[in-house]
């Protein structure tokens, strides 16, 4: 089934739990990564074969379109990108797509005024939304609000028919001390007391993988995604068409690639392995 597939053309690459956790980056990530002329990994592939073991191993070496993608709601774009620079990522601003952005994109559309459990950081990247009189309900990773008074709030417009919108759904993540609850349980607390079901925008929606590869000019067919994140990433890529390969940093736990189902096109040790296998096996 898969050597029936396309040539690869774009490879999705989430952050918080692949690339870095907090402010720490994955050993190896960012030499996985670097940015090189193409022109030169050709030759080097037409030469003689890339050992795995290679610090040479980049995955912008490639003729590949690189997009990160990643629920985080912890901060706006702009400081993200700030963060992954001085870990060391070599990123641009138009590369990432972010489910803050796909929310965003929603709340557009539906032309609505949303109560915005998001944290502060988050903000900037509703700027000019409308937020007076609130008549729907947006929840991110909002420690500082997830109290009673503004859960109860929620809870009120909600009943009187405000739609509930969760920005993602991940049931916890990595943090450096340990994991941590993520939205997913207090979106759920809100569909359970309202008796609703929220629209959720970011992974593992189809529509936020589809949206990621918009102007790439690339199928889902066409497309790998690496992430910690069995559930979100891998099975909600692979639900979307793409292979999914699952990196056993960040959030993974053990066994994590038997709760999906197809399993993990590829399990990796970490970043840098799964960009060897994609130029080994791939291309």
Do not use: W
């Not at 420690?143 to 759904?169: S, T």
């Not at 529509?207 to 590869?213: G, S």
């Not at 699952?246 to 993990?264: C, F, M, Q, S």
Request: contains cysteine; neutral net charge.
């Amino acid at each position: 089934r898969m050597a029936a597939r396309r040539a690869l053309k774009a490879v999705l690459v989430d952050l918080s739990g692949t690339l870095h956790v907090e402010d720490s980056a994955v050993p190896g990530a960012q030499e996985a990564l670097k940015r090189q002329d193409t022109f030169f990994y050709v030759i080097r592939r037409m030469l003689r074969p890339i050992c795995l073991c290679s610090s040479s191993i980049r995955l912008r070496n490639a003729p590949v379109t690189i997009r990160f993608v990643t629920n985080t709601t912890k901060e706006c774009k702009r400081d993200l990108l700030e963060r992954l620079v001085k870990l060391g990522f070599d990123i641009a601003e138009n590369e990432i797509f972010t489910s803050l952005t796909a929310a965003r994109n929603l709340l557009e559309e539906k032309q609505v005024r949303p109560l915005l459990l998001v944290d502060d950081k988050a903000l900037p990247d509703f700027t000019g939304i409308a937020t007076d009189d609130p008549n729907a309900v947006v929840v991110g990773l909002a420690p500082e609000r997830f109290h009673y008074e503004m859960m109860n709030r929620a809870f009120r417009l909600i009943l009187d028919g405000a739609p509930l919108i969760a920005i993602h759904k991940a049931r916890y993540f990595k943090k450096k001390d340990g994991l941590a609850l993520g939205p997913g349980p207090f979106v759920t607390g809100l569909e359970y007391a309202t008796d609703t079901k929220a629209t959720v925008v970011g992974k593992p929606e189809k529509t936020f993988f589809l949206e990621a590869l918009r102007g790439t000019d690339c199928a889902p067919e066409e497309a790998v995604m690496i992430g910690d994140d069995c559930r979100d990433d891998v099975g909600g890529a692979q639900n979307a068409g793409m292979r999914g390969i699952l990196v056993r940093t960040g959030k993974y736990r053990l066994a994590d690639e038997d709760k999906i189902n197809p399993a993990p096109y590829l399990t990796c040790e970490n970043f840098p392995e799964a960009v060897e296998h994609i130029l080994e096996h791939l291309l």
